[in-house]
Nanobody, 119 residues
Framework: QVQLVESGGALVQAGGSLRLSCAAS????????MAWFRQAPGKEREFVSR????????SYADSVKGRFTISRDNVQKKVFLQINSLKPEDTAVYLC????????????WGQGTQVTVSS
């Protein structure tokens, strides 16, 4: 069983920055494609960013492109999401996810970390 634990969420002012982390355990981490999603109250889960096994390929939702940066450390077994220029609409629970395939459903999910942006 794979465990994913997010951290780093906080209450911040608009324009500020955060660095979210996702730590994996009991996982051959380098075999997995990783991703970040977010879900705000009353909204459907939204894709934020993904990163390939090696970290050489990344992708971002249009809403966050240019402000968010995803990265990974396969030695520490962690995925990071650097968030800059925060906007109130970024407020959500941020979850990391893992899958072995390059497409389809994500198989493992963390519990999420809350990001709240005030104006």
């Amino acid at each position: 069983q794979v465990q994913l634990v997010e951290s780093g969420g906080a209450l911040v002012q608009a324009g500020g920055s955060l660095r979210l982390s996702c730590a994996a355990s009991e996982l051959a981490f380098s075999r997995y494609n990783m991703a970040w999603f977010r879900q705000a109250p009353g909204k459907e889960r939204e894709f934020v960013s993904r990163i390939s096994r090696t970290g050489l390929s990344t992708s971002y939702a249009d809403s966050v492109k240019g402000r968010f940066t995803i990265s990974r450390d396969n030695v520490q077994k962690k995925v990071f999401l650097q968030i800059n220029s925060l906007k109130p609409e970024d407020t959500a629970v941020y979850l990391c996810a893992a899958r072995q395939d390059n497409y389809g459903e994500y198989d493992f999910w963390g519990q999420g970390t809350q990001v709240t942006v005030s104006s």
